[in-house]
């Protein structure tokens, strides 16, 4: 959510674009990484494949990274374009009239919502608008063209493709803070969300958000999103509205089931969320069973039940400055400051340990067998064994700044 995403899940790139490919040279040593791993450089996404470096453009990945969407102006035009992430196939899409830009994509990947150039971002306080036009596409065809009354950024779809959750800027024309509500694709009709226990939202009992949403990502199954939110100070969650409870909260993580359609947070204690934003760091397992909150500034930790949605424990935690970065293997979670990675076994005596990843990381992630970690760098991305922390290869990638996913 807004400034919601650095994601995970999240990922739009930037203005729509031409579509370029062309490979890259490596540098010494391996000469290709040996998973598929998206990275955001110069001029949008790049796929790192076995084969080699592959620049896709401005675009938009789905939630398991498979394709990738893109959209070229083509006239009074946009040209939709899916590329498969792991061939490089590109399948040509519809032409959708006006300008648009791919937004949010559904779990499956099989539908796009696109909004217009400039509109629709989920990295800032959008400019004011009384009305916002989006719209859903999938590969083949222009599924739903809405026009919808307010100031809506769409961020994410519901599991079946049938909704949209999106972020109600509020007061529309000059927005200084939000509400998640569900968009009917068919009619553009908005509601509210449910509760944890499935019951309808009373009027005057949503929840309105102003602080900074620093990263999301998906649960494994791509049933659930988690978004980190910090500098909500006396925020109050529906629960508290409904129990007329003021709120007391820095910090917690908006739990959306996209399948059930509810929500639900899960404060984080103090230090959390006191901090700078970029200070803070979520990741969730491979299993899906407990994800992690780090704060940097404030040295702590946490590790929340995500059947529960309850924490765990918390315990002391990396200090620095700067930006955090966290990833997560079958083993051990990883969260990194700076040049250095910092892992604690989750199988084993909970001690830190730490690394040098030879440059300020820039981006964090593991391969599927949870055996190599994976950290953006400048101008490059590298590998490391997942145990010792030794490099195993690097790859130059000009003007890298993000590290999307490792596949």
Not at 180 to 194: D, N, W
Not at 229 to 247: E, K, M, N, S, V
């Amino acid at each position: 959510m807004t400034t919601r995403r650095d994601v995970l899940t999240l990922l739009g790139v930037g203005a729509a674009a031409a579509l370029t490919g062309c490979r890259a040279q490596t540098p010494a040593g391996p000469t290709a990484a040996p998973d598929l791993v998206l990275v955001r450089a110069e001029g949008g996404l790049t796929v790192l494949r076995p084969s080699g470096m592959e620049r896709l453009g401005a675009g938009l990945a789905t939630p398991d990274g498979s394709t990738v969407y893109a959209a070229a102006p083509a006239g009074v035009h946009t040209e939709l374009t899916a590329i498969e992430t792991r061939t490089g196939r590109r399948t040509a899409g519809p032409r959708l009239a006006g300008a648009w830009v791919p937004r949010v994509a559904s779990a499956d990947g099989r539908l796009v919502a696109l909004a217009a150039p400039g509109a629709g971002e989920v990295t800032h306080v959008p400019s004011g608008r009384a009305r916002t036009p989006l719209v859903v596409a999938d590969a083949a065809r222009e599924v739903a063209r809405l026009e919808l009354a307010g100031n809506i950024v769409p961020d994410a779809f519901t599991a079946g493709g049938e909704g949209l959750f999106v972020l109600d800027w509020l007061p529309a024309t000059a927005p200084d803070r939000y509400r998640v509500r569900q968009v009917e694709v068919a009619t553009g009709r908005s509601s509210a969300l449910l509760t944890r226990v499935k019951t309808a939202v009373p009027p005057g009992a949503e929840e309105e958000m102003s602080g900074e949403g620093r990263m999301a990502v998906y649960a494994p199954n791509r049933q659930v999103l988690y978004t980190l939110y910090t500098h909500q100070p006396d925020h109050r969650h529906t629960r508290d509205l409904i129990a007329g409870r003021p709120g007391d909260v820095h910090a917690f993580v908006h739990t959306l089931h996209l399948a059930e359609q509810w929500a639900y947070c899960v404060d984080l204690p103090a230090p959390f969320g006191e901090g700078p934003g970029a200070g803070h760091a979520l990741a969730i397992n491979p299993e899906g069973s407990e994800f992690y909150v780090a704060d940097v500034t404030g040295g702590r930790f946490a590790v929340v039940d995500t059947r529960e949605l309850t924490i765990r424990e918390t315990v002391d935690g990396p200090k620095g400055t700067g930006t955090a970065y966290a990833a997560a293997t079958f083993r051990q979670v990883l969260v990194a400051i700076g040049g250095t990675v910092h892992v604690l076994p989750r199988d084993g005596a909970p001690v830190w340990r730490s690394w040098d990843a030879g440059g300020v990381v820039r981006g964090l992630g593991a391969s599927p067998d949870g055996k190599r970690v994976y950290a953006a760098l400048p101008d490059a991305v590298a590998w490391f064994d997942a145990e010792s922390g030794q490099r195993l290869g690097t790859v130059a990638v000009p003007g890298v700044n993000a590290l999307d996913r490792v596949l």
